[in-house]
């Protein structure tokens, strides 16, 4: 029980740091957003967020997650998550996930583009 909350409450601190990034990324100045200090504080809190939720999803699962696995995730995500999410769900798993990750994309990619063809970004 209180690995399925952990890994809900990372889902949503996810959501909402993606959420605070795209008002920032609407309402600041483009010399603050791509400034090193905001990159820098954008990656360590995704990276921070991707890792609490793979830790709090193993432990709902039941899965110990190797040294290795863990040095893929933290060092590159984009290989470590899909290896992650194929181990932990099998394969149809992987799918599901790729077609959420698609559609959140394209509803960023929408809401974004959006914003930039009214010239408020």
Do not use: H, N, Q
């Amino acid at each position: 029980m209180r690995a399925k909350t952990l890994s809900r409450l990372a889902v949503a601190l996810f959501w909402l740091s993606l959420a605070i990034a795209m008002v920032l990324e609407t309402f600041l100045d483009a010399k603050i957003l791509y400034s090193f200090e905001y990159r820098l504080f954008s990656s360590i809190l995704s990276l921070t967020l991707i890792v609490l939720w793979v830790e709090a999803d193993a432990v709902a699962r039941r899965i110990t997650i190797r040294k290795r696995l863990r040095y893929l995730i933290v060092f590159a995500p984009p290989i470590g998550i899909p290896v992650y999410v194929i181990r932990s769900r099998g394969l149809l798993g992987f799918l599901r996930f790729s077609g959420w990750f698609a559609l959140c994309a394209a509803v960023w990619v929408a809401l974004c583009g959006g914003l930039a063809a009214l010239d408020v970004i």
